[in-house]
């Protein structure tokens, strides 16, 4: 083999080869950046949805209170909302 083909080689083989491992490499720490930034909008979501869960939960609660309560306490409590609103409503006049 004689130093013309090696340097043929080197040209056919060697360079292109360099440059493939050059764009994978560069292909890869993007894919690697992308995937970093999904993970972050994710993990942001979730947080998001687990807010919303808890404050479902605390409403679901309060709801659960209401039905499961004495009869008579859910009246009186009407009733006492119903005589708070007329008496702010004689202040008002």
């Given at each position: 083999?004689?130093?013309?083909?090696v340097?043929?080689?080197?040209?056919?083989?060697?360079?292109?080869?360099?440059l493939?491992?050059?764009?994978?490499?560069?292909?890869?720490?993007f894919?690697?950046?992308q995937?970093?930034?999904?993970?972050?909008n994710?993990?942001?979501?979730?947080?998001?949805y687990?807010?919303?869960a808890?404050?479902?939960?605390?409403?679901l609660?309060?709801?659960?209170?209401i039905?499961?309560?004495?009869?008579?306490a859910?009246?009186?409590?009407?009733?006492?909302?119903?005589i708070?609103?007329?008496?702010?409503?004689?202040e008002?006049?």
């Open positions: 083999m004689g130093p013309g083909e340097i043929s080689l080197l040209i056919v083989v060697c360079i292109p080869t360099i493939l491992m050059y764009m994978a490499r560069r292909f890869f720490t894919r690697e950046k995937l970093e930034v999904q993970a972050l994710a993990a942001e979501k979730a947080a998001q687990v807010a919303r808890s404050e479902f939960e605390q409403r609660a309060v709801l659960e209170r039905v499961t309560d004495q009869p008579h859910l009246a009186r409590e009407i009733d006492s909302l119903g708070a609103d007329r008496a702010h409503k004689r008002r006049a």
